[in-house]
């Protein structure tokens, strides 16, 4: 017997956690682990984040970016919407001279 399923837009179900304030994570020249900087409480099931002042590695395997030579290169303005289960794995550092900041707001579902 085969079954139907259905899967939603689950960006477009996104709403903000309530009581979850926004995060601002300064992303310098030493390597920071992102749940380090700003837990994230059970309820939160996803993270929005923009990326503001310069742009950053990210490694998402535990291991620690390195600028100029190792992680995932995200530029400056870059916004996108993770899991808390990325958010929580991910080591950023930045690329470049200047410090970035993260913005995270929480949302659920």
Do not use: C, Y
Not at 40 to 47: A, E, I, K, S
Not at 79 to 95: G, H, L, N, P, Y
Request: glycine share 12%; aromatic share 2%.
């Amino acid at each position: 017997m085969s079954k139907n399923v259905r899967v939603g837009n689950l960006a477009g179900a996104m709403r903000p956690n309530p009581g979850a304030a926004m995060g601002n994570i300064t992303i310098g020249a030493a390597a920071v682990t992102l749940s380090a900087e700003l837990a994230l409480p059970l309820t939160t099931r996803q993270v929005f984040i923009s990326l503001d002042g310069g742009s950053a590695r990210l490694t998402l395997d535990g291991s620690t970016p390195v600028a100029s030579t190792t992680g995932h290169l995200l530029p400056e303005g870059m916004s996108d919407v993770w899991s808390a289960r990325v958010f929580k794995d991910a080591t950023m550092v930045r690329e470049g001279g200047s410090d970035a900041v993260l913005r995270v707001s929480q949302m659920t579902l």
